[in-house]
């Protein structure tokens, strides 16, 4: 085994040790004051003056000496110098050599590790790094925060534009087409899957065509009758209603092609009509609207009903536009166009539950009261002359047609809706005595808990002057609605 005569370092041979400094202390090797040659320690380098400088030199050539370990000028008195300051470097045995540690900061050099890490502590502590360090650092650390906060709000903006493209295509207000553009794109993709014969798509092009071109619904998705298979069942009906008050002459439209996923509200609007057409109270109102409109007619007169000054914050909303889109609206736009036709209506909000587990009681009451008022007697079935009510939640409405009163006094509402097919809705034109295909219109409390609901109601008819003045007024009225209950329907 050898040491080092620098660092005090073990090592496994002289020639090891050797190595070691050569390699490690370069600048630390003691060299020949004569020659400059360099030797792994004080013994060899006595060696070697001995065996290569045999003849004395000239003392008045000879240089200033320095001392090999720490390079201090030492003049004849190097021997005494060396031992007297690095005597613990020269013939030291193993155990008594100790590894010195440098500060990697200010060079200072420490003989235990402990020191070395509370001497640089002190350093981190002050801050005291070498000049520029410190500032380069904060600089670095600045930059890399200025592009993390630029990335995450890079982010943050293709993520906001990403979810408006989606609530456009949502609410059909991205420019994709309208009832025409999807009617036909869904008639050539019922060709190409094989489910249309290309004669019938040229057909009924046609037919969509001609309809579009005078205004009015070709009556493909409509289903009539249906009340009054209700009136004719539930008088032989014995079970558990106690009493079912119904409105009259309501026709179900249900959506087609064109307006498959967005036309529940104009379909739910051409259910109303039906009923008002068959009633003479409203002849004068509807002398222009003989027949049922298409769904491109209905947005039409939305469009006039806005440029007559009614709900000018809605019509904001959509750009003061619907033709061509296939926008959704919902019950500020009914009630907009009802208005527009002299149709006296109302706006019912019940924004937040009233009974328990999220039900809405007085919603039930208060069509209850709407369709028994002036209808009260003795009759178990009342088919009152009350035009259907158009219900709405969020990203759906519904039209209601009746409402049941059961023997435990429990309320039941009857709805017509636009998802459900002609070919189910037929059904209910055969009612059996179980009258088990009333499943699909009867809608109990425990039924319907969105947390909010809307109704337009139809109550009379304007006369011109009190049009006039609902224009005044259902801006406001219309404006503060929507704020109360922030949704449209299909």
Partial sequence: MSVCNICGRLLPSEAAARRHANRAHPDKQPRCPLCSASATGYEELRRHVEAAHTEPQPRARSPEIGCPFCGEAAGGQLEEHVRARHGRLLGADTESIEQLYECPICGLTCTNIQILEEHVDLHLEEHSFPEGGGSGDLELAQQLQTEEDKQRRFEEEKREKEE???????????????????????????????????????????????????GIDDGKTKTSGITEALCKYYQNENKDVRRVWLSAGVDHFHSSLGDKGWGCGYRNFQMLLSSLLQNSLYNDCLRDTALIPSIPKIQSMIEDAWKEGFDPHGASHFNNRLCGTKAWIGACEIYSLLTSLRIKCQIIDFHKPTGPAGTHPRLFEWILRYYSTDNEGAAKVVCTSRPPIYLQHQGHSRTVVGIEEKKNKALCLLLFDPGCPSQEMQKLLKLSSDGAGLKLLRKFMGSLKEKQYQIVAVDGILTLEEKTVSILGNSFCVRKLKRALKFRTQ
Avoid: I
């Avoid at 207000?173 to 290309?198: H, I, T």
């Fill in 164 to 214: 408006f493209k989606k609530l456009q295509r949502q609410y059909g207000m991205d420019s994709s087409g309208g009832y025409k553009k999807q009617f036909l794109n869904n008639m050539e993709r019922e060709v190409n899957r094989g489910r249309m014969q290309p004669f019938e798509y040229h057909k009924r092009k046609a037919d969509m065509m001609e309809c579009l071109a005078f």
